[in-house]
Structure formats: C-alpha cells, structure tokens
C-alpha cells in the first residue's frame, strides 16, 4: 500500500505552488498526475482594493482536514494538500491552494474538484470585500451555484 500525504493550513502568508507540488511529490515514484487549483483575488473590474477573509482557529483546519480524507479514500489519492489564507488579501494575490496527487488523472482531477467544492461551502470561513473607494462592504453571501457544485458529488 502506498504512502497516502496530507497537508492542511491555515495561514496569513502566502504561499509557493512549485514548493507545495516538491513538497508533495518528494521521493514519490508511484504518483503519475498532479493537478493544482489556485483561487486568487480578483479586484472585480477596479471596484475592489481587497479582500478579508477570517475563519473559526481549529475548526477550519479540522473541516478541511475531513474533506482531504474524505476526497483521499473516495478517489484513492496518495496525496492533497490544501492551504487556505486568511486577513486582508490583493487583488492577484493568492487565496486558497488545492493539490491533488494520484495514480492516474482522472483521480488527480475528480479529488481536487470535490476538495474545492466543499471547501467553499463547508468550511468556517467568511469574506469581506474593500472597495476601490475606502469603502468596507459586507461580508459576501453564499451562493446556490457552491451548493449545486457541492451537491453534484452526493
């Protein structure tokens, strides 16, 4: 049986893809695909300046921890990452990383599309826009398409 690596953060700095993807794949001669997600900040056509984001210290990283396993045993992968940033983030600037390793692609691919979608719905995090004006606006509503997204995999 091989090796199975998980690594779940939750931290203010950012982040190195091709760091995380060495980290991931060390020494490994039985993973055959890779497929990263990177979420970043958009500035919303100039009308945004930043974007906050908090989360429940803990719970967020057990959340996210549940749904690696969850998406590591459905989809046999040998390995995920997922690191999510919190505070104030720039336009371009990195969000959320997902890496899903696994023996063939179609795995690779499936685990982290289920990793992402209920990441966005399910874990203990919340997002508050700045606007371009110095204005605080509210934090951002879910949306019925992250829960169709979600859904699909039940």
């Given at each position: 049986m091989?090796?199975?690596t998980?690594?779940?953060?939750?931290?203010?700095?950012?982040?190195?893809l091709?760091s995380?993807?060495?980290?991931?794949?060390?020494?490994?001669?039985?993973?055959?695909?890779v497929?990263?997600?990177?979420?970043?900040?958009?500035?919303?056509?100039g009308?945004?300046?930043a974007?906050e984001?908090?989360?429940?210290?803990g719970?967020?990283?057990?959340?996210?921890?549940r749904?690696?396993?969850?998406?590591?045993e459905?989809?046999?992968?040998l390995?995920?990452t997922?690191?999510h940033?919190h505070?104030?983030?720039?336009p371009?600037?990195?969000?959320?990383?997902?890496i899903?390793?696994?023996?063939?692609?179609q795995?690779?691919?499936?685990?982290?599309?289920f990793?992402?979608?209920?990441?966005?719905?399910?874990?203990?995090f919340w997002?508050?826009e700045?606007?371009?004006?110095?204005t605080?606006?509210?934090?951002?509503?879910?949306?019925d398409?992250?829960?169709?997204?979600r859904?699909?995999?039940r």
């Amino acid at each position: 049986m091989s090796k199975i690596t998980l690594t779940i953060r939750v931290q203010a700095q950012d982040f190195d893809l091709q760091s995380e993807i060495d980290a991931l794949t060390a020494g490994r001669k039985d993973i055959g695909a890779v497929v990263t997600f990177t979420g970043l900040c958009r500035d919303e056509q100039g009308a945004l300046s930043a974007l906050e984001l908090e989360h429940y210290p803990g719970m967020a990283e057990a959340e996210m921890r549940r749904i690696a396993e969850l998406a590591i045993e459905r989809f046999s992968l040998l390995g995920l990452t997922a690191v999510h940033r919190h505070g104030k983030i720039l336009p371009g600037g990195n969000i959320v990383l997902v890496i899903a390793a696994a023996p063939h692609r179609q795995a690779a691919f499936d685990g982290a599309s289920f990793m992402m979608d209920f990441l966005k719905t399910s874990a203990p995090f919340w997002k508050k826009e700045h606007g371009a004006g110095g204005t605080t606006g509210d934090w951002v509503a879910a949306k019925d398409a992250d829960d169709k997204a979600r859904d699909k995999w039940r």
